[in-house]
């Protein structure tokens, strides 16, 4: 075996997902299998043990291949700053920024790293499921592409594409996705998978049959719409994947409204959250839902100073304010913790400095070295790992609760930390303080799984469905 490439009909159709739950199919059948994504654009990311930054959903396929996460699974990361702007990191590393001018013409230097690395891991491993980025049929992006039919040209990689049809318009997208390619590209194409399917097959095998007719394209098989897996998504377009599957407005002790920043980062930081019995989590843009909650949770942000802005302009800020003057629970991660302290000092992106939300004892300095690290300590006793991934450095002044590289004042908590919440122990402990702060009688459930169980739960899941739904010896063929 060589590699196989699973691209997709559009960005958020089900790759990521996909090539998770494959990995392990793969696995299980005795292939030393390795995910692979050439270059991802995602604000979702992760640190490796060895000190490298890849996305979120790489190393969660990495998990489930059995195989140790590094920047050789992820070369490039594209992390948005602007509509016009990204963040590069390339091998793991902060390597300066791409504007939207440059992103199909100036790409050769991490086209050829991205190739580096799948030939470093095509020559350690059996077999390499490598996920596409948005969709094939980008036309307008072609010349500069590495990451969908450029990549799979330069290798002789096979390509099955992931069609959604939870989102309608599934056989347009199929069929277009053959059509708009050249021929050269059009001949590595396999087949094709249908994601999140509800109903009765039978009525959509017809039109199949006519995809099939019409392209010569395989049919490798429909998967079904699995509810309460949401794992570790990597794109924007859908942040709070579990929404819907948690407790629901009768049912929860304690309620959590999470802030959609425009430029959201980590925010897999509330899924723990969300997956804890008793807990819902929303996530919101509307200040209303921001005051009656429970906990606010500000998550990361790759922009700190112009999300702060929106904040202000949308009233979530003085619901903030009124919160913190009421003792009422508020948590903020990283840059949602850098917005609540005094000032903001940030020249690497060159915003200038501008006050915070004052309600915090700290001044926040951005450096340009990016802090990279895997954390680990106690709060209470309870053991607590996370990871951080930020320019801001914050100054706290002395004689204050310390909370995991921040500060806790009364109801309001701040963190540098991502990720602590997926600490079981800790997650429920500090709940429970947040529960007596808010005068709510959560309390955990003994028989709840932790979060790293139900993790591992959800890819079995995945890997079930495909083992019954796909035809796994036909698409894994397609690498011999």
């Known amino acids: 075996m060589t590699g196989l490439l699973i691209a997709g009909t559009s960005s958020d159709a089900g790759k990521s997902l996909f090539v998770t739950g494959l990995c392990r199919v793969a ?20 640190v490796c043990l060895d000190g490298s930054e ?5 190393y969660l396929q990495a998990t489930a291949a059995g195989v140790t996460p590094s920047s050789v ?7 948005p700053g602007t509509d016009r702007r990204s963040f590069v990191v390339l091998r793991g590393r902060p390597a300066g920024t791409l504007e939207a001018g440059e992103y199909a013409t100036s790409r050769r230097h991490l086209a050829e790293a991205a190739y580096a690395a799948y030939e470093e891991l ?12 948005g969709s094939p049929a980008e036309i307008n992006l072609r010349q500069g592409d590495y990451t ?4 799979a040209r330069r290798f002789g990689l096979p390509v099955a594409v992931v069609g959604d049809i939870d989102r309608g318009g599934v056989l347009a997208s199929l069929y277009g996705t053959w059509a708009l390619l050249d021929d ?18 039978a009525i959509l095998d017809p039109g199949l049959d006519e995809i099939t007719r019409r392209t010569g394209l395989t049919n490798f098989g429909v998967l079904p719409y699995l509810r309460g897996v949401w794992i570790d998504g990597e794109d924007a377009l859908e942040v709070g994947r579990w929404r819907g599957d948690g407790a629901e407005d009768g049912d929860a002790d304690l309620t959590v409204a999470a802030v959609r920043l425009p430029r959201i980062s980590n925010a897999t930081d509330v899924d723990a959250l969300a997956q804890e019995a008793g807990v819902r989590v929303v996530v919101t843009v509307d200040a209303a839902e921001v005051e009656k909650a429970d906990l606010v949770v500000l998550p990361g942000t790759r922009s700190t100073l112009s999300d702060l802005a929106w ?10 304010r009124r919160r913190a003057e009421q003792g009422r629970p508020v948590l903020g991660i990283c840059g949602g913790f850098q917005m609540l302290a005094r000032t903001i000092d940030d020249d690497v992106e060159g915003q200038g400095v501008a006050p915070g939300l004052g309600l915090l004892p700290v001044d926040v300095a951005f450096h340009e070295e990016k802090v990279l690290g895997r954390p680990s300590g106690q709060w209470r006793g309870h053991a607590v790992d996370g990871y951080t991934i930020h320019h801001g450095r914050p100054c706290i002044d002395p004689g204050h609760e310390p909370f995991l590289d921040g500060v806790r004042v009364g109801a309001l908590w701040g963190t540098m930390w991502h990720g602590s919440m997926e600490s079981d122990d800790f997650r429920r402990a500090w709940l429970r303080e947040i529960a007596a702060q808010a005068s709510r009688g959560w309390e955990p459930r003994d028989d ?10 959800m890819i079995e899941t995945v890997a079930d469905a495909i083992e019954t739904h796909i035809d796994v010896d036909a698409l894994l063929g397609l690498a011999r």
């Open 27 to 46: 696995r299980r059948r005795g292939i030393d299998v390795a995910p692979f994504k050439a270059q991802n654009m995602s604000n979702n990311s992760m």
């Open 148 to 151: 969908n039919m450029g990549l």
């Open 311 to 320: 904040l202000r302009a949308t009233g979530i800020a003085d619901a903030i």
């Open 73 to 79: 699974l992820n070369p490039v990361l594209l992390k």
């Open 122 to 133: 095509a020559a350690e491993h059996e077999l390499v499921i490598c996920e596409g980025a």
């Open 54 to 58: 890849i996305g979120r959903a790489q």
């Open 184 to 201: 050269a590209d059009r001949s590595l194409l396999a087949g094709y998978i249908i994601n999140k399917f509800r109903g009765d097959q």
């Open 448 to 457: 709840a799984p932790g979060f790293a169980a139900g993790r591992e739960s």
